[in-house]
């Protein structure tokens, strides 16, 4: 079982803050990941929603305007330092913000890339083709299989609520070479269910601790 902390620990702390991204058992991780966009002044900030508490649209807002309202908000560079070895997964949530992270991520290498925008996966395989990349689901998975070929994707990200789908897609992710992580999973229940129909699909999990927990019991059962 590989796992996934999903925007740094957000089942313990305030999401896609220094404080999260700060995980504990770091090591035991996978995949640190957090959300991106890019400010009006092409900063790029680690945010989930496309707009601050009071609606300005963040692509649309200067820096110190978002950081006014929102003063907890880091930058990717700030993420990345704070994720230390541990390899972040960086989900682009807006068109042309990974266009603008080129030169932050060309210093990490081992970052991953995921985004439910097509165009966003696209231009990471052509202008950053050492990151693997993660085409997500976008409402419903069917297709993703053929989206993900077409932008020449690495894998796959399926959204936990279409599990009882999850067999097939992941055959079809498996007979295409297309890696595959499930979001987002926050039982024990649902994780013994996930990795018995897809032993190697990871995990991408508000609760990493409780998840590395689980993985420590079943190797202790091997």
């Not at 995980?23 to 929603?49: A, G, L, M, P, S």
Request: hydrophobic share 40%; glycine share 4%.
């Amino acid at each position: 079982m590989q796992i996934i902390s999903h925007r740094g620990t957000k089942g313990h702390c305030s999401e896609n803050t220094a404080e999260s991204i700060a995980v504990k058992n770091k090591k035991k991780v996978r995949y640190i990941e957090f959300d991106i966009q890019h400010t009006k002044n092409k900063r790029i900030v680690v945010y989930h929603d496309k707009v601050t508490p009071s609606g300005k649209v963040i692509n649309d807002t200067t820096y110190a305007a978002v950081v006014r309202e929102v003063p907890t908000i880091i930058e990717l560079s700030t993420a990345l330092k704070l994720c230390g070895a541990v390899p972040a997964l960086i989900e682009s949530k807006t068109a042309g913000t990974i266009a603008r992270a080129l030169p932050i991520l060309a210093k990490h290498p081992a970052a991953a890339i995921a985004s439910f925008v097509q165009d966003e996966i696209l231009a990471a395989r052509i202008n950053a083709p050492a990151h693997t990349t993660y085409l997500l689901q976008h409402y419903h998975p069917f297709g993703i299989i053929e989206k993900a070929k077409t932008v020449d994707a690495h894998g796959i990200g399926i959204n936990k609520n279409w599990f009882v789908l999850l067999p097939y897609y992941a055959y079809k992710a498996n007979k295409n070479r297309l890696k595959l992580y499930v979001y987002t999973v926050n039982t024990t229940l649902l994780a013994q269910i996930v990795t018995r129909i897809a032993p190697s699909a990871m995990l991408c999990t508000d609760h990493p601790d409780t998840m590395i927990a689980l993985k420590g019991k079943d190797r202790a059962h091997k």
